[in-house]
Structure formats: C-alpha cells, structure tokens
C-alpha cells in the first residue's frame, strides 16, 4: 500500500515540477521581451548614444543598469570630443521630452572640432594666449 502511495505522490511531483519549469520558462520569456521593449523604447529617444540598460549575470539572471555607449564604447572609455558630443545628444533628448532649452556652456572647446547639431545656444569655453578677455558673437 505504501509503495502505491508514494508512487502517485511521485506523479503528483512531478507534474507539480514540470508545471513550475513551465512557468518559469514563461518567466524568463517575459523578462526578456521586457528587456527588449525598454532598451528599444530608450534607445529612440537618442541619436548618437545608445544605453545598455541590463547586464546579463553567471546565474543567469539579469543586473538592471544604465552605461551609455557611442558606436558600442562605454562613456568612461571615449575622448572628449565624443563625450561632449553624447552629452549633446542627451541634452537634445532631453529637450525635446520635456520642450525646454537652456545655454550649453562646453568647457576645452579646442579639443574638438565638430559638434553634434543643438537647437541651444552653446557658449564656447576656449583655452586663450590672449592678454584680454575676448567675447566673440558668431
């Protein structure tokens, strides 16, 4: 009798288990669509930079973050031409989602030579070997 017991109770875990699997397949399914829908939905927003908003982790499970990258470069790593130039791509992003703009002050002008498209003023900081101030209105 106690053998016929424990045989159906191993059926009855066993389909306990595979319906667990299932729905942490569904699970897993679920996250990775979200995943997608969001760092597609952030990622339109930008022109140039583009957001890695997870990490995927050795349990596989995933680590939310936010590293934002230019041609696939994390921030961190790029000259400061391209950093200026992400950052002008966020604060157009930024401006339009919220329809506000303000000056743009870019300090070390000199190092870069071409800037991403603004609708702000920007105000050029420039290193200078002149003996006066000079305000230049181009």
């Known amino acids: 009798y106690r053998i016929k017991e424990l045989g159906d109770n191993e059926i009855l875990l066993a389909q306990k288990y595979a319906d667990l699997e299932l729905l942490e397949f569904e699970v897993k399914t679920y996250e990775k669509t979200r995943i997608n829908l969001v760092t597609t939905k952030v990622n339109k ?9 997870f990490e995927d982790q ?3 499970g995933v680590n939310d973050i936010c590293e934002a990258l230019v041609d696939g470069v994390p921030f961190n790593a790029l000259n400061t031409a391209a950093k200026i ?10 401006s339009l989602a919220y ?4 000056p743009i002050f870019i300090d070390n002008r000199e190092s870069i030579n071409n800037l991403v498209s ?3 003023q920007i105000v050029n900081l420039r290193v200078s070997t002149d003996s006066k101030l000079l305000i230049e209105n181009k």
Do not use: Q
Request: charged fraction near 20%.
């Open 118 to 120: 603004t609708t702000s």
């Open 99 to 102: 329809d506000a703009k303000a």
């Open 58 to 60: 050795i349990n596989e």
């Open 45 to 53: 927003l930008f022109k140039y930079v583009t957001f890695k908003m």
């Open 85 to 94: 130039n992400a950052g002008l791509d966020v604060i157009n992003a930024l």
